[in-house]
């Protein structure tokens, strides 16, 4: 096989058409909307990362140190050389492995669950658990009402979105507002489910499940949940928001994530056998997605099994988390109380936030920022990421570089 450094470069690309596009061209109407989005500091632009550098990275989702280790490494490349770099197509046709299956049954065995099912990504995996388990039937008087919190993460909203394009019923309740929660579901006939995040992505904050599960089963709802800043984060063990003990009840769905605390890629829903079997004939992202790459499938088990070797990875990053708030509120910010991995830094503005990114970036701390429509209370912050790899020493580093270049 050529090497690749012979191998001919690409065609160069088509020189970039200058100038806004005629007023009656179908596309003028984007060079408008960049224009908006610059005014209100929310452009935004890919920056790829080198494949090694000598940064504290606190932007990323690595949240128990696994994206490196070397058993995940090898695991991926070891799934790659038996079953080749891609699935080859979707799961129902020819793009599953014995791999997804022992991910799966190891998957629901540390969660408690009867089944799961892998998916190409979270987003896909909360789009099928929702959108299946939303559908109405032919049989239904009435359409399904589904209840949702309103800082849910952008992939639940879409799926609500796509459900109520097929005839559901979608309302929302304040966010953690478990009565209002309650309130929307009473009264009135027709299934009924109850959707939240348990960790909310932005600030980290982590939903009372057990009192959700109450309201759900009061009023006989199904309860959804997306616990991807939670596996391996929360829980005895890293089981997660709901694993201790609601992961085995029937009347409860979850889905995670395979690229956080497992370091891969990937999603997956975890419910009761018969809970999986719908989504497996009805899903459309599963039936017609092409299957997870069999590299992360292999990646995503060889975290798992590091992770249930070694179960302290959960409390040390919840730790490393609590450190970090209290460093940064110490020294005057108003920084996030964590009930996971991750810490939020309230920012004066969009393009604050930019360029305070930029500064840490430059003293060697990458961290995340988040601008609207990312959050959903409209106020931009810096967004951390604790890993439980970091030690007394980063965490000194990190405060000091954020401190040192917050905003005049």
């Not at 494949?51 to 490349?77: F, I, K, Q, T």
Request: aromatic letters at 4%.
């Amino acid at each position: 096989m050529e090497h690749l450094d012979t191998v001919p470069r690409p065609w160069p690309l088509r020189a970039a058409r200058t100038g806004p596009l005629p007023a009656d061209h179908p596309l003028a109407w984007l060079d408008g909307a960049a224009e908006r989005r610059s005014r209100a500091g929310l452009t935004r632009r890919t920056v790829p990362r080198p494949p090694s550098e000598g940064l504290l990275d606190l932007a990323g989702n690595d949240y128990l140190g696994l994206m490196r280790h070397p058993r995940v490494v090898e695991a991926a490349a070891e799934a790659a050389r038996t079953w080749g770099a891609g699935s080859g197509g979707s799961r129902l046709v020819t793009g599953d492995t014995e791999l997804h299956g022992e991910l799966e049954r190891e998957l629901a065995a540390f969660h408690g669950s009867e089944a799961a099912l892998v998916f190409s990504s979270g987003y896909t995996a909360n789009l099928a658990m929702v959108t299946a388990l939303a559908a109405p039937t032919a049989d239904e008087a009435e359409p399904p009402l589904v209840v949702c919190d309103q800082y849910n993460h952008a992939s639940l909203i879409d799926a609500t979105r796509l459900a109520k394009a097929a005839g559901s019923r979608v309302t929302v309740f304040p966010h953690g507002d478990a009565d209002r929660a309650a309130g929307l579901l009473s009264g009135g006939a027709g299934r009924r489910l109850l959707l939240s995040d348990t960790v909310f992505s932005v600030d980290g904050d982590l939903t009372d499940v057990s009192s959700l599960a109450e309201v759900a089963r009061t009023h006989r709802a199904a309860l959804l949940l997306d616990d991807a800043h939670g596996l391996g984060v929360v829980g005895p063990g890293g089981r997660g928001a709901a694993g201790a003990d609601l992961g085995g009840a029937d009347d409860v769905v979850v889905s995670v994530t395979l690229s956080k605390s497992l370091g891969a890629q990937g999603g997956a829903v975890l419910g009761s056998r018969r809970v999986i079997r719908h989504l497996v004939e009805t899903a459309r992202t599963f039936v017609f997605d092409t299957g997870l790459a069999p590299a992360a499938a292999g990646a995503a088990l060889a975290a798992l099994r590091v992770l249930r070797a070694e179960p302290e990875r959960a409390e040390a990053v919840r730790s490393r988390a609590r450190e970090l708030s209290e460093g940064l509120r110490a020294r005057g910010l108003s920084a996030s109380a964590p009930d996971a991995a991750v810490v939020s830094v309230l920012a004066p503005s969009p393009e604050a936030a930019v360029d305070w990114r930029a500064a840490c970036l430059a003293d060697g701390v990458r961290v995340g920022c988040f601008r609207p429509p990312s959050v959903p209370d409209g106020r931009s912050r810096l967004r951390l990421t604790a890993s439980a790899t970091l030690d007394n020493t980063d965490i000194r580093r990190v405060l000091d570089v954020i401190t040192t270049n917050r905003p005049g």
